[in-house]
């Protein structure tokens, strides 16, 4: 296995939580969904991590909370049509 080149840190999109702390208090934290805007958000991101790396190949760590996962959806749809 070969060591990484580059490590890329991307912080999840806009979540409900970001606009309204109350959710908090009815919504678990673990279970706090992204917003339309971090939808797109993350899909940006994941457009510009593209151009970064050149498309492939990348490995993925990400939390199990749920904005994180949608977030990690978006960056991948950046790479559904790359070549490697």
């Not at 971090?38 to 991590?49: F, I, R, V």
Request: aromatic share 8%.
């Amino acid at each position: 296995m070969t060591k990484p080149r580059h490590i890329y840190l991307i912080r999840h999109g806009q979540s409900i939580g970001n606009i309204d702390r109350s959710i908090h208090s009815t919504i678990p934290d673990w279970q706090i969904p992204l917003t339309d805007l971090g939808h797109e958000q993350a899909k940006e991101a994941g457009e510009s991590l593209r151009q970064q790396v050149g498309g492939c190949p990348i490995r993925w760590y990400v939390s199990p909370y749920r904005r994180t996962r949608e977030t990690l959806k978006g960056l991948q749809t950046a790479f559904s049509t790359a070549q490697c």
